[in-house]
């Protein structure tokens, strides 16, 4: 048997080696446009802000690698451009001298990867705008930003991963920056609220935010930098432009190949990456895959799953029943110092589909014990079913800690676990670690409590008629108040129940939330409708930055 792969990278190039390792006799051909095989492209801006010196660090695995430990037939400079389905042949072309020729399979595993969104935008091809989606670009863009005579100022278009990494690492090489972004927020799988805080920190870091702003035009001025024109009629200087206005599947062979694609204009597969054609597998950023949490089928360029697709591919061809289980969005970007993850799906995603009886908790837990010297406060939001406690989906922000709890639910969301699960989850506790009642834990019996009817939640979006009591000591009232709020301390509320309305309901606020569960539980007791109002003052200052007059 033969086996052509097109592509290296995460998808490609973990399904050779896969495929080797299962198979010594199979003939496998593995061809890669580009100059690297094998290469980690989520390390390129971290290349160009001089974190990762050595661009040969970036570089994976090389073709006599392949050819060494696998007895792989690699061709790097070597472009698919055609397949012929009925045939079995896919047309190869040598991207140096553009000759022809035609190779034969048994076996297709498309791993074309994604192409950069670039919109025919008039000056988009002026010298200094850059992708950067190969090493190639990471030294184009080092090199431009090294060259004599060179300004300071740079403007990056896209507030996603690659747009923020390079924003931080310009910023860390000394440019001042601009973030442009067509949305209202940035890190545009994050619920708003929770892109709040991130932004707060880009405005700390002296970084301009130009959001729900669209580029229109670049032009080169008279000095010979550029200039960004958006819709709003702002313009901004630059001496550096980076585009990171996303991607979008590469499916020029699918195409040719006559292959299905999907809804998302990716190409569709099954749970063994087979595609219409069951002699051609496809993986990575290029395919359709089904999220797990909504069901639905949805695109995903990250390399984690590409990485499984490949080796799922390769057991499939080999005759292995491995399935594919599907994505769930588990992504992470660390900026300034500061870390904010996410799992499964989002509030506006859910609403955007249709969904009704969720529910979520904002909660605000120190990432390791808080006697212990350092602890720092994680923001978190967990959504979940009302009917079963099914956890549909999580976000995190802080300083330390996120990665590990973001992980745990990322692990209880793909084995269909409740929030009675995570509030049960035996985890690893020293107090230079964690907690007792660890943050992951800590959000499940919160979780937990409202769906037991012990805490239910309110949210400040959701402030109608209900009277909003305030729990806290008057020093924190004093240094930010709520209006129309009753104040009555804690630790006075049983002394003081009398002066609590019982016409309507009680939406009942301190800090975080801890002393407002107190006092709803209190409240509750003595058959006053009372509710939590999730995440307290945090949360407030979260969705809204500037204190309430």
Known sequence: MKVLIVGGVAGGASCAARLRRLDERTEIVMVERGPYVSYANCGLPYHVGGVIEDEASLLIANPQLFRDQFAIDVRTGTEAVAVDAKSKTVTLRDVASGKETSERYDKLVLSPGAVSVK?????????????????????????????????????????????????????????????VELADQILTPLDVEMARPVEDLLRRQNVTLALGEGVTRFEQSEAGGLRVHTKSGAVYSADLVILALGVRPDTALAKSAGLVLGDRGGIKVDAQMRTSDPDIHAVGDAVEVRDIVTGSDTLL???????????????????????????????????????AAWTGASEKSLQRLGRTGIEKIYIYPNHHARYYPGAKTIAMKLLFARE????????????EGVDRRIDVIATLIQKGGTVYDLEEAELCYAPQYGSAKD?????????????????????????GSSLLLDVREPAEVEAFAIPGAQHIPL??????????????????????????????????????????????ILSLQQMQPVAPR
């Open 119 to 179: 919109p025919p935008l008039p000056g988009i091809d002026l010298p200094g705008i850059f992708h950067v989606r190969t090493v190639p670009d990471a030294r184009a863009i080092r090199g431009w930003i090294g060259g004599s005579g060179r300004g300071r100022r740079a403007v990056v278009v896209g507030g996603g991963f690659i747009g923020l990494e390079m924003v931080e690492n310009l910023a860390h090489q000394g440019l001042s920056v601009t973030l």
């Open 301 to 339: 360029a990250l390399a984690g799953p590409a990485n499984r697709q490949g080796r799922i591919a390769a057991d499939a061809i080999t005759g292995r029943p491995s399935r594919f289980r599907g994505v769930q969005g588990t992504a992470i970007i660390g900026l300034f110092g500061t870390t």
């Open 439 to 463: 943050a992951a834990n800590f959000a499940g019996m919160v979780a937990a409590n409202v769906l037991r009817n012990d805490m239910p939640v309110s949210h400040w979006h959701e402030q």
């Open 491 to 536: 630790k006075q509320l049983r002394a003081r129940i009398g002066e609590v309305a019982r016409d309507r309901p009680v939406d009942v606020v301190c800090r975080s939330g801890q002393r407002a569960y107190l006092a709803t539980r209190i409240l509750r007791q003595h058959g006053i409708e009372a509710r939590t109002l999730s995440g307290g």
């Open 388 to 399: 079963d406690g099914r956890i549909l989906g999580a976000q995190a922000y802080g300083e």
